[in-house]
């Protein structure tokens, strides 16, 4: 028996994101009496890897096929069930990512496991039950569900655990597995990211502009208070589908839901389908000229102003803040 | 080309999520079922591929008797027939089960789905019916193009996207950008009423997930407001009361 834990990475390094996915493993191995033990596909720098140690992992497997630099999905589920099979893991935890969905859907068949998304705190887990709490309705409730089969597959969203970090290092154990060529199938011909910036899901800190920014060209803006708060940018989905900004940046119920520590939002009115992406967030900040609007009610602080005014005051706080 | 698309039926995105008074179920007293939003990026694209490469278009399922509006609505946008797998769909595995069934004797080009339905959001039965079938499935695809038997689309992943090619059969959940989805006109309402829908029983299926109860976030306290004038001491609230910065 063991919790295994599928670490992500991006740019040659664990990130920062699987960190937060290790506590929690190593949390929920603690409730199960066992140990929490973690696996990274692909190019990550090896001195990474004992050091998710301080996230409570005892080990981690490492499978550093070439063919593996980029997602492949049939490879992905075959290295990942690998790793549950050797490592007999009853729970296996992944974060709640566009690809880690794509490996629980197909694991959780190949495994014969019950799996969970959108978790967002550790299991309750008795004897004979084992049940997490997700958010349903793309935010709007919770759901407590009972994980009924003796595997669990479990995604756990951003904020789900407080990490404490503590000593130790954990040991690092190479696992390479015979791919057949239909495993390969799917796999990208190229990858196109913006490098050095934040995901949206993963941030912390998140900036967003709907309509109210009035065109792209006033992004700066947004952009400037982001930057000085160390934020990912984010925004309302008009403004994705007027090619503002790039989709992946749409949140909502019809984009993505986060729930980092703080959401900004300036020139979003707070229509329930964009509630429904961010409510989860800790605290929520709105500027918004109009004071009617909707957002004001979810949120912990307010001003009724104009952004154009707003967003390069906060900037400078922000930066005097920093120095 | 033979193209089926998985359809879910949800409450419409400007519900106000209630639930029963034993918080076991939700309260559908009052709320508009429509076809899941992310489904309709998924049909709208099929019907595209169908009239560019001379297809059918079936949909499919999974629900009770009264999801039956829904599916005259999927039929009215352009499907040319349906089926419905008569049975409650219980979670991601169940219904995956049902599709997978049907759709390992009928010899599909493309399977596509919504990446998610904004009910309960599983993102995971697209997965589980390639599994099912040994197929590989694309999710979720903000791109899908097909030549002949080559499949060019594009993923979207955290921050970016990958440009995938790969053969068909496949199966591809779908989101926006992928197209502008149709609305029904007069006169696909007026046909629609006339194509076959298909009624089957579900096979006998696994079910591993066990709702048990639901519940809503806490209202927020109130909005604490800080005058546009003096916006800094929004930061400094931030820092020192929030400790979030
Ligand atoms: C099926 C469906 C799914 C949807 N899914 C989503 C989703 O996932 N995410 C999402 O965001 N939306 C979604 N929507 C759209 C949603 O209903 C709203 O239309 C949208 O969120 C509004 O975006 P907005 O707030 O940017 O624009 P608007 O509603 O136009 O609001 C602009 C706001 O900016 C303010 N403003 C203007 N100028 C200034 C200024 N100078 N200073 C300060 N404030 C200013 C205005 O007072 C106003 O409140 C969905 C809709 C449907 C039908």
Redo the contacts between chains.
Sequence with gaps: MSVLVLLEGADGHVKKSSFETAYYGSQVAAQLGTTAIGLVIGEINPADLPVMGRYGLKKVFYNNDSQLK??V??AY?SVTAKAAELTGATVIILPN???A??????L???LN??????VIALPEVTDTTF?VKQ????G??????????DRKIIAVKKNAVEVVEQEGAAEVEALMVDLEN?DL??????????TG??????A??VVSGGRGLRGPENWHLLENLADA?GAATACSKPV??AGWRP??E?VG??GI?ISP??YIAAGISGA??HL?GV??S?????INKDPEAPF???????????LF??LP??T???KA?SQ | MKILVCISNVPDTTTKIAFTSDNKALNTAGVQFVINPYDEYALTRALELKEANAGTLTVLHVGEADAEPTIRKALAIGADDAIRINAKPTDGFFVAQQIAHHAKSADYDLILMGKESVDYNGFQVHGMVAELLGITAITPAIKLEVTGHAANLEREIEGGKEVITAELPLIVSCQQPMCEPRIPNMRGIMTARTKPLQILEPVSADVKTQYESFSLPEKKVGVKMIDAANAEELIRLLRNEAKVI
């Design positions: 980029d997602f999905p049939g589920v990512s566009n690809t969905a794509a490996i629980g859907s197909r959780a068949v190949r496991a019950s799996l969970a998304s959108n049940k958010t349903v309705f793309s709007k409730a919770f759901a407590d569900v009972l994980l009924t089969n239909t199938i799917g796999k990208p011909k190229e990858t196109i990211k913006a910036k934040l995901p949206v899901a993963e912390d800190i708060l994705a589908d989709h992946h749409h119920q019809t839901t520590n703080l329930i389908q429904a409510n989860s800790k605290v929520i900040v709105v004001f009610k979810a949120a912990d602080y307010g001003i009724v102003g104009d005014d707003v005051k906060l400078e706080a922000a803040l």
